[in-house]
């Protein structure tokens, strides 16, 4: 990372609060990635966002996401409960 980067990386953090010592453009980057993720984003799409290859997010992310990939999957599947009145088709 060059000076100038390392500068404003440092001025923001600070405006946040936060120790530049401890918040690093790397920590920054790695937190983004993890929430992408968390929230659905298709892992070619955050690879794409951070300039690095499906395999690399996988290896590097997986054990971050891996207690919520039951709660991801189960939203995605099929709705079992008790059918609303007006969704249901009864034969005569």
Wanted: hydrophobic residues 50%; proline residues 3%; glycine residues 4%.
């Amino acid at each position: 990372m060059d000076v100038l980067r390392a500068e404003n990386v440092a001025r923001i953090v600070k405006a946040a609060g936060l120790d530049p010592e401890e918040v690093t453009l790397y920590a920054l980057r790695h937190s983004n990635v993890v929430r992408q993720l968390l929230a659905g984003v298709p892992v070619r799409i955050v690879a794409v966002n951070h300039d690095t290859s499906i395999v690399m997010i996988e290896r590097t992310y997986s054990r971050h996401i891996g207690d919520h990939a039951d709660a991801l999957a189960r939203a995605a599947l099929l709705d079992t409960s008790t059918p609303m009145a007006g969704n249901v088709v009864i034969r005569a």
